[in-house]
């Protein structure tokens, strides 16, 4: 068949009705409101942001000195890679000139970043992790930015941020970027979950999927399984149970936001329960599971500790860390099932005992 009789892929996606970020933000907002057009700047800082490190990690394995380790150990004891500094100061950087943030917090920094010249104007904070899944980064698979935004409450004069010691229910706007074969920005403000994927050659983040609901159940099961044995007995029960029962299946990336993104996709359950050596787990609530429940309530999903439901949550420092159960309404509530089971026998024993 002659080519001219074959219409271009580039002419059908010209005939899509391109909604950009800002533009969603919005129609979402449906308001003039100061606080809507704070809320329509936040996002499209951050999705400079995102465009800046997507365009860092293209390029990291041409350029001299953009992959491999610092050298430095962060607040978290982990070893620092030259990529989570590039973008932990991307965010810095841009937020710099906004305006809009007196304060930012994140995973890289023990104490918020403090932006004095926007403090008497700035009513937001930005807490963050940079660079989610930091084992990936030099050897090119996904990673991720997960943020989260919060009302400055009171004039924070001592510079602690204590007003940030707060449930998860506080979040104005949540969401994450997934660096992986695209760019993608998931979003919600409260008015469900919304993921838009980098077009480069326009540098806009376009609309894939509006009001994104999880399903109630699904096949996978994503966790460490490394850790099996640092685990409670009542999580390797659960495991045993998804072994010996048909349907389900294991992945497990090293990235919570692409494991994440899985789930919120498919379906089922991402686990970082505590282990014998971490008891409250890995992840720390502020910056990664606080944001990412934020969205999957709004998804029609469930975030849990295992005992409490996540948003519930108040932390007593900026960088707490939870046991994090989030995904489908039925798979968290079966874990949660086990962990209750094994409390009431171990209540059972102590009543038998007394
Ligand atoms: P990071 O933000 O320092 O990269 O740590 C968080 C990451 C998550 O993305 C991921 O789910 C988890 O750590 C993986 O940890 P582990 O290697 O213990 O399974
Ligand atoms: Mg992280």
Request: glycine letters at 8%; a negative charge; proline letters at 4%.
């Amino acid at each position: 068949m002659a080519d001219v009789e074959r219409p271009l892929v580039e002419e059908h996606s010209l005939d899509r009705d391109c909604t950009t970020l800002s533009r969603h933000v919005l129609q979402q907002l449906q308001s003039f409101s100061a606080e809507a057009q704070d809320l329509s700047a936040l996002m499209n800082r951050i999705a400079l942001a995102a465009k800046l490190i997507s365009r860092r990690l293209s390029r990291a394995g041409l350029m001299e000195g953009a992959l491999g380790f610092t050298g430095n150990i962060n607040v978290q004891g982990e070893s620092v890679k030259k990529m989570d500094i590039y973008a932990n100061d991307v965010f810095i950087s841009v937020f710099k000139q906004s305006g809009l943030v007196c304060r930012l917090a994140s995973e890289e920094m023990e104490k918020p970043y403090y932006i004095p010249e926007n403090c008497p104007i700035g009513r937001y904070t930005l807490i963050y992790d940079p660079i989610d899944g930091s084992s990936n980064i030099d050897i090119n698979l996904n990673i991720g930015s997960i943020f989260s935004i919060r009302r400055q409450e009171g004039d924070d004069i001592d510079g602690n941020a204590l007003d940030l010691l707060q449930d998860g229910h506080k979040q104005l706007a949540a969401g994450y970027v997934l660096y992986g074969p695209s760019t993608m920005l998931v979003y919600s403000i409260g008015t469900g979950v919304h993921s838009f994927t980098l077009d480069p050659s326009l540098g806009e983040f376009i609309l894939s999927n509006e009001n994104i609901q999880i399903p109630e159940h699904g096949p996978v099961y994503s966790v460490n399984e490394g850790n099996f044995w640092q685990w409670d007995e009542s999580i390797r029960d659960y495991i045993r149970y998804v072994h010996r029962h048909e349907g389900y299946t294991a992945r497990y990336s090293g990235a919570l936001v692409g494991d994440f993104h899985r789930i919120l996709s498919q379906g089922g359950v991402f686990l970082y329960p505590g282990t014998l050596k971490k008891p409250e787990g890995k992840l720390r609530l502020l910056y990664e599971s606080a944001p990412l429940a934020f969205l999957m309530a709004q998804a029609g999903g469930k975030a849990s500790t295992g005992t409490q439901n996540l948003l519930d949550v108040v932390p007593d420092a900026l960088h707490t860390r939870t046991p994090l159960i989030i995904g489908s309404k039925e798979d968290v509530s079966l874990v949660e099932s086990f962990i209750q089971e094994r409390a009431r026998e171990s209540q059972e024993v102590v009543t038998v005992r007394s």
